[in-house]
Each structure stands twice: as C-alpha cells, then as structure tokens.
Antibody, heavy 125, light 112 residues
Framework: QVQLQESGPGLVQPSQTLSLTCTVS??????????WSWIRQHPGKGLEWIGY???????DYTPSLRSRATISVDTSKNQFSLNLSSMTAADTAVYYC?????????????????WGQGALVTVSS | EIVMTQSPLSLPVTPGEPASISCRSS???????????FYWYLQRPGQSPQLLIY???NRASGVPDRFSGSGSGTDFTLKISRVEAEDVGVYYC?????????FGGGTKVEIK
C-alpha cells in the first residue's frame, strides 16, 4: 500500500521560504506513470493544485504560483519537495502531497489516487 | 484556466433520502481520445480527499454503488441514491483535461 507523508515546519515567517518534503513509502517514486503533486487548502476553503513533478524532473505549476513555487524530486530518498518563496499570510493553508496517476489513453488516468494526511503551515511573525 | 462551478454550496440531507450535486465546467472536458476528464472527490471531516468517481461516471474501487456520476461535456451530476451518515463531508468536482488542474468550490453535505 502506497503511503505519502508530508514533513516540514508548521510555522513560517513572512517573506521566508517554505520547504516541505513528501516521503513516499510502499512504492518507488521512479516507477509507473505517476506525477508527484502538491495541493493546498486554505482554512475552511477548497482545494488548489500547486503543481507536480515527474521522476525525470518534468514539472508544471499553476500560473498564480509559478513564480514562487519549485518542486523537486530525490529518487534516492523516494521523496519530493516543495519550496514556496516570499510567503505571506495568504499562504497559510494545509499542504497535501498526492500521487497523480497519469496514463493518457487509459480508462484509469488523471487521478489523484493517494494523498498524504496534510501539513498545516501558518505564516506569522 | 478551466473554472469549475458547483451547486449547491450546502446540502442538508435526511438519511435514506437521495441527494444530488451539480458541477459545471467553463469548457468541455471531452478529450479527442474520447475520455471525459471529470472527477468527484469526497473529503470527510478531518481527512484527506478520496476519489469517488473518475472519468465522469466510473466508481473508484471500494465506493458503494449508491454513488453514481453522470453528465457530459460541461455539465455533470453526482447522485447518492440513499444517503448514509458516513457520506457527510465536502464533495469536490475536478477537471483534469488541462493544467492547471482545477477543483470546484465544494458542496458540504450534512445530516439534517
């Protein structure tokens, strides 16, 4: 059974950079047709896709965060990470990592099939 | 960016009664390969979202058959034939035709 676990600081100072890591267990981050994703949820609000990375390093981001977000992968540790720079109070949210199953042309594709439990990040001085 | 609009925002339900949630996308989610990249997720209180329906109408593994998804193009519906207490939570629609992947604002289902 694949499991994902977010780790990182729960409190970030304004203007600083958030660094979160997602550790994948029960499966290889390099195997299969998966993109490794970050999604956030502002308090009491809906879901916002931040971006994803393929194990070979290909990335894509939502336009509103593209200038501040960087997603990277460390296949040797079976981890992927999110850096989000210039944090403000508006970035306070629960950050989820998730596996995105991408197999175009298949009848089971473009699916977030495994999620981490989420990590609450508060931006405050 | 494809905008997803859900209704209603809140849905009080009586156990044993049916329930229905709608979602509209700002453009057709039909790909040239014939698949419609539309999904429903449920986020139970205090939990991460979980997949309910994929490609518009296919139930995910383990999802009870009281859940059904329908629709095409830009208009989609999630129906629960008989609501149970465990169905409470926030339901999100999502499109995966194009990036950025986008979600609807959510529909909160609660027991009356």
């Amino acid at each position: 059974q694949v499991q994902l676990q977010e780790s990182g600081p729960g409190l970030v100072q304004p203007s600083q950079t958030l660094s979160l890591t997602c550790t994948v267990s029960g499966g290889s981050i390099s195997g299969g047709t998966y993109y490794w994703s970050w999604i956030r949820q502002h308090p009491g609000k809906g879901l916002e896709w931040i971006g994803y990375i393929y194990h070979r390093g290909n990335t894509d981001y939502t336009p509103s965060l593209r200038s501040r977000a960087t997603i990277s992968v460390d296949t040797s540790k079976n981890q992927f990470s999110l850096n989000l720079s210039s944090m403000t109070a508006a970035d306070t949210a629960v950050y989820y990592c998730a596996r995105y199953h991408y197999d175009p042309g298949s009848d089971y594709s473009n699916i977030f099939d495994y999620w981490g439990q989420g990590a609450l990040v508060t931006v405050s001085s | 960016e494809i905008v997803m609009t859900q209704s209603p925002l809140s849905l009080p339900v009586t156990p044993g009664e049916p329930a229905s949630i709608s979602c509209r996308s700002s453009q057709s989610l039909l790909h040239i390969n014939g698949y419609t990249y539309f999904y429903w997720y449920l986020q139970r209180p205090g939990q991460s979202p979980q997949l309910l329906i994929y490609l518009g109408s296919n139930r995910a593994s383990g999802v009870p058959d009281r859940f059904s998804g329908s629709g095409s193009g830009t208009d989609f519906t999630l129906k629960i034939s008989r609501v149970e207490a465990e169905d409470v939570g926030v339901y999100y629609c999502m499109q995966a035709l194009l990036t950025p992947l986008t979600f609807g604002g959510g529909t909160k289902v609660e027991i009356k």
